[in-house]
């Protein structure tokens, strides 16, 4: 979805210039960070929480590699970009870290803790990657580089459970009540195909599917500007739009305007007749 998305709005103003790329930094970095943290503090309820029962001692390998993947893919592609571009990027860290958690979240039962460090490094390098190519090869503008972090990422740990599944859990899921989940490196490569078979599948539905609904949305408001009709939020009535202020968000009450005006026009009374008070007062002085 981020990709139709991002495909069917085009670019921001001032994203490409003759061709090539500007970077739009980010707004406030300790904001991102710190929503970086929120997410990830909830990742450890969505992964482990996801086994449905507490009594299931599974629920501590689901949290341990979630942690793993998660510390592993911030610290490489920190390191990425610093090779890269021979500094470090912090906001691509923050994305380093949410596509280690995404690519965990499929496999986060089914595989080792050495496993899960490597899947979360990956995913750290194929972000930075990702990222690049889809702004500067398909020149797609991602803000958050929900691409890379989501659907890249998203597939990679699909196909990373297919790989790197160790059987030892997930009894009565595939072959019997005795078998577990296995990848192709554990000697089941049943498992990989049926993750690729999942990703076309995504592929196909959500990406079709999302298309069709932004394409038309867009069209829809692209008739709606024509028509001179605002998309007032819940709560506005469409009849409103010719009221609203033309740019930025609403200006103080009148009250406050009207004392505001006030005070100015004071003040500009004042400064006219100041000089003719001062010579007033130098006039009684003399005399």
Same mark, same amino acid.
């Given at each position: ?57 599974? #629920? %501590? &390998?689901?949290?341990? =590699? ?8 911030? *610290?490489? $592609?920190?390191? /990425? ?65 929900? #691409? %890379? &972090?989501?659907?890249? =990422? ?8 297919? *790989?790197? $599944?160790?059987? /030892? ?119």
């Amino acid at each position: 979805m981020a990709l139709t998305g991002a495909y069917v709005l085009g670019p921001r103003i001032g994203k490409y210039v003759k061709g090539h790329a500007q970077a739009i930094p980010g707004h406030n970095l300790p904001m991102a960070v710190l929503g970086c943290f929120i997410l990830a503090f909830g990742w450890f309820g969505f992964n482990a929480g996801s086994t449905l029962s507490g009594t299931d001692l599974r #629920i %501590a &390998v689901v949290a341990t =590699n979630t942690m793993l993947a998660s510390a592993s893919g911030a *610290l490489f $592609a920190y390191l /990425t970009t610093w090779k890269k571009f021979k500094r470090p990027d912090l906001s691509m860290a923050v994305n380093g870290m949410l596509a280690g958690l995404v690519a965990i979240t499929a496999p986060c039962a089914f595989v080792t803790a050495p496993s899960a460090v490597l899947i979360g490094a990956v995913a750290g390098v194929l972000v930075v990657l990702a990222a690049l190519f889809s702004e500067n090869r398909l020149k797609i503008d991602d803000p958050v580089g929900a #691409i %890379a &972090v989501h659907g890249v =990422n998203g597939a990679w740990g699909l196909i990373a459970l297919g *790989l790197l $599944a160790d059987g /030892t859990y997930g009894g009565g899921l595939n072959s019997g009540p005795a078998a577990g989940v296995a990848g192709l490196l554990y000697g089941d490569p049943r498992q990989l195909v049926a993750q690729f078979v999942g990703i076309g599948a995504n592929l196909l539905w959500v990406g079709g599917a999302s298309f069709a609904l932004f394409k038309g949305s867009r069209r829809h408001h692209r008739h709606a500007r024509e028509a001179g009709v605002r998309d007032a939020g819940p709560g506005l009535q469409r009849g409103l739009g010719s009221r609203l202020p033309r740019r930025g968000l609403p200006g103080p009450l009148p009250g406050l305007r009207q004392r505001a005006r006030q005070g100015r026009v004071a003040r500009a009374r004042g400064e006219q007749h100041a000089p003719a008070r001062r010579r007033q007062v130098r006039g009684a002085t003399i005399r």
